[in-house]
T-cell receptor
Framework: QKEVEQNSGPLSVPEGAIASLNCTYS??????FFWYRQYSGKSPELIMF????GDKEDGRFTAQLNKASQYVSLLIRDSQPSDSATYLC?????????????FGPGTSLSVIP | SAVISQKPSRDICQRGTSLTIQCQVD?????MFWYRQQPGQSLTLIAT?????????ESGFVIDKFPISRPNLTFSTLTVSNMSPEDSSIYLC??????????????FGQGTRLTVV
């Protein structure tokens, strides 16, 4: 079993719709959870970071964490063509900068105008 | 966020040669992380570099192939040795920024795109 898994893409949504990206992880001791956006040819850009159960909202983005189910998701409301990118879920066992971050395989999102 | 500078941004190298990638951070950090992203793939952790000690390598990566230096708290290098076309990837440096209430975020340099011919 891979440490971090994401729903396979590519995912296509029409402009203005909600894009839903899912991620599961195997290490029950994980404490920090990240969503990165990566445009083709660019390095990953941190868009959301969550560490407690529940929802965390930042603009059009909402991250949801359920540690009991070992599940984290990212919702993108009012999707725009500029949101078209690969979204990487990442997990860290600890909470500090000493701990390594493990990435999922990524989900490619395409927002159709 | 952290400001992370990587050099070179890209290079084309001959097989059998070595390339050293530099990573400079704008402030002192204890741990620096090196990742590889092969074409069409996600990020795979190569090793963790702690200043003053040997780097810790992940399964499948060895020091002879990917030697790492960490001479101070703001700088690290990763060398890709005896390169083959299979080493063609993006190599990324990452650091964390601790926050008292919420834990540490993780940031990346712009990456080094390596092509081995």
């Amino acid at each position: 079993q891979k440490e971090v898994e994401q729903n396979s893409g590519p995912l296509s949504v029409p402009e203005g719709a909600i894009a839903s990206l899912n991620c599961t992880y195997s290490d029950r001791g994980s404490q920090s959870f990240f969503w990165y956006r990566q445009y083709s040819g660019k390095s990953p850009e941190l868009i959301m970071f969550i560490y407690s159960n529940g929802d965390k909202e930042d603009g059009r983005f909402t991250a949801q964490l359920n540690k009991a189910s070992q599940y984290v998701s990212l919702l993108i409301r009012d999707s725009q063509p500029s949101d078209s990118a690969t979204y990487l879920c990442a997990v860290r066992r600890g909470k500090t900068s000493y701990d390594k971050v493990i990435f999922g395989p990524g989900t490619s999102l395409s927002v159709i105008p | 966020s952290a400001v992370i500078s990587q050099k070179p941004s890209r290079d084309i190298c001959q097989r059998g040669t070595s390339l050293t990638i530099q990573c400079q951070v704008d402030s002192q950090v204890t741990m620096m992380f090196w990742y590889r992203q092969q074409p069409g793939q996600s990020l795979t952790l190569i090793a963790t570099a702690n200043q003053g000690s040997e780097a810790t390598y992940e399964s499948g990566f060895v020091i002879d192939k990917f030697p790492i230096s960490r001479p101070n708290l703001t700088f690290s290098t990763l060398t890709v040795s005896n390169m083959s076309p299979e080493d063609s990837s993006i190599y990324l440096c990452s650091v964390g920024r601790d926050r008292e209430q919420t834990g540490a975020e993780a940031f990346f340099g712009q990456g080094t795109r390596l092509t081995v011919v």
